[in-house]
Structure formats: structure tokens, C-alpha cells
Nanobody
Framework: QVQLVESGGGLVQPGGSLRLSCAAS????????MGWYRQAPGKQRELVAA???????NYVDSVKGRFTISRDNAKNTMYLQMNSLKPEDTAVYYC?????????????WGQGTRVTVSS
């Protein structure tokens, strides 16, 4: 079992920045793909950014150039640096860990942290 705990959400004005953190209960980054998802009211949960065990990253188009995903292996912590925030970034952000050992998929979720972008 893996526990994931997010932190860092809050209220920020448009154009502002926030850094989300996801602390894992054990050292998993070398074998899990880690991701940040978000779910806005009335919308489906979407993948925002991901980082593979090898360190490759990918982003949804709407956040490219504004958000940066990273991790600190020594601290078992993943981050999402969010700059130039827009009202449409308002959502609950979830941390995810996923590993596939065919045919089994292991996936874990954090409890979520709320981000509100508003003036």
C-alpha cells in the first residue's frame, strides 16, 4: 500500500502562483509513474501533468509553459509548480501513483487539495 498526501492548495489571484506537494509514504518514484490530476465542478477528472519513473514529463496543453512537475526522490515528494494561474485552473488537484505489471494495474490516489483562482 502507498499513501499519498497532497498539500499546498489555497486561494490565489489570477496571475499568481502556487506550489502543490505530494508526499508518498514510501520510496516509489523509481517504479511508479506519478501524476497530478484535477477535477473542476461539473467536469471529469483530467490528467494535468505526469512524470515517469525515468523522469520524462508530459502536460495537458492548457498548462504547458505555466506548470512544472518535479520530484525529490530523497524526500519521496512530488511537486506541481503552478504559475500564471487562471480562473479555469480552479479545481481539486489529486496526486496519483500508477504502476502496471501486466495484467495488474496498481494505482493510488491522494485525498486532493483545492485550488481556487479568483480575484
Amino acid at each position: 500500500q502507498v499513501q499519498l498526501v497532497e498539500s499546498g492548495g489555497g486561494l490565489v489571484q489570477p496571475g499568481g502562483s502556487l506550489r502543490l506537494s505530494c508526499a508518498a509514504s514510501k520510496s516509489i518514484f523509481s517504479i511508479y509513474t506519478m501524476g497530478w490530476y484535477r477535477q473542476a465542478p461539473g467536469k471529469q477528472r483530467e490528467l494535468v501533468a505526469a512524470i515517469t519513473s525515468g523522469g520524462s514529463t508530459n502536460y495537458v496543453d492548457s498548462v504547458k509553459g505555466r506548470f512544472t512537475i518535479s520530484r525529490d526522490n530523497a524526500k519521496n515528494t512530488m511537486y506541481l509548480q503552478m504559475n500564471s494561474l487562471k480562473p479555469e485552473d480552479t479545481a481539486v488537484y489529486y496526486c496519483n501513483a500508477r504502476r502496471t505489471t501486466t495484467p495488474v494495474v496498481y494505482t493510488y490516489w491522494g485525498q486532493g487539495t483545492r485550488v481556487t483562482v479568483s480575484s
